[in-house]
């Protein structure tokens, strides 16, 4: 299937020299949630500004459902909403008046029951009187969402969408992002809170310092780069390690309590038989056990830490 997104040598380097972006090659599946993860200033928000026609590329091309988003830029606008980071809205204006406002800017012809589906989808119909500058700031990125949605474009960028928002209203925006997937629409978003991206993304990329260190499959990625760990509470505390056992991957924790064993999720044998077998060996004895699992948040940490080395690894 032909991407929705297709990204190709993608730069961007500011008047100040500052190169935000290094030849990002990118394609985004039609219909799929695609979290873009990195630190601050890693070049989120650039890529993000240049697919939406606010910041001009120096170089590379980008095509939104085929239209070059330079040569065709009115058809490829169309194809796409935006909810950035700041709340920025005219703060006078009522929510039913800013809303179908932005419906008319992309020259749709008025779609009363459609914005209301909108306002009612994302808790707004209440206020749709109500002037911007009364609501909160979980009402006011609201209303940037309500915004985005108004002219139902077939791909939404979600650009830091739920920061500084209550955890309810950041259950039901999901909610909804949920339902417009459903619907077709391709969504990217870019987050700070890992656990969404482990929740709800199918594909993960991660930038680091103006590159794409690893774009991959959700669980894909968790079970390539992840890690599983045995934690073994002991009966008695150990000074050291036996010298039998270590040619195993164990760490002993600082009050001789507990070992910690690191196995490989993908390999056939994970050798904790074999371990259990040679702890028993040696009069090691444990009272309890209990297994864990990297979170997308570690892999997040470890690419960024270790940059492209480790995510080819």
Not at 11 to 38: H, M, P
Not at 133 to 151: D, E, F, N, Q, Y
Not at 182 to 206: F, K, N, Q, W
Not at 258 to 274: K, R
Request: net charge negative; hydrophobic share 40%.
């Amino acid at each position: 299937m032909q991407p929705i997104i297709s990204i190709r040598g993608l730069t961007k380097t500011y008047a100040s020299g500052f190169q935000a972006l290094k030849g990002i090659d990118l394609d985004i599946r039609r219909g799929e949630i695609f979290a873009l993860l990195g630190p601050n200033g890693a070049g989120k928000t650039t890529l993000i500004s240049i697919v939406c026609g606010i910041v001009n590329p120096s170089a590379g091309t980008v095509l939104a459902d085929g239209h070059d988003i330079v040569r065709d830029y009115r058809a490829a606008r169309g194809l796409i909403g935006l909810v950035p980071q700041e709340l920025s809205t005219d703060a006078f204006e009522s929510v039913w008046a800013t809303v179908r406002f932005s419906r008319g800017l992309f020259g749709k012809p008025p779609d009363p029951a459609h914005l209301e589906r909108v306002l009612r989808d994302l808790s707004l119909w209440e206020k749709r009187d109500a002037k911007i500058m009364t609501l909160s700031g979980g009402m006011k990125r609201r209303v940037l969402i309500a915004k985005a949605l108004a002219h139902e474009p077939s791909i939404l960028f979600l650009d830091e969408p739920t920061a500084g928002v209550d955890v309810e209203l950041r259950h039901d925006m999901w909610q909804m992002v949920r339902r417009l997937r459903e619907s077709g629409t391709t969504i990217i978003l870019t987050t700070h809170y890992i656990e969404e991206a482990e929740e709800m993304a199918d594909r993960v990329g991660v930038i680091n310092k103006g590159e794409l260190v690893v774009v991959e499959d959700k669980a894909t990625l968790m079970r390539k780069l992840g890690k599983k760990q045995l934690t073994l509470h002991l009966q008695a505390p150990l000074q050291r390690l036996p010298e039998g056992l270590a040619g195993y991957p164990l760490e002993l924790s600082e009050d001789g309590q507990s070992l910690t064993y690191t196995f490989d999720v993908q390999a056939e044998d994970t050798g904790i038989g074999a371990l259990l077998r040679r702890l028993n060996e040696h009069g090691v004895d444990f009272k309890d056990l209990h297994s864990s699992e990297s979170s997308l948040e570690d892999i997040f940490v470890s690419l960024v830490r270790g940059g492209r080395t480790e995510a080819r690894a």
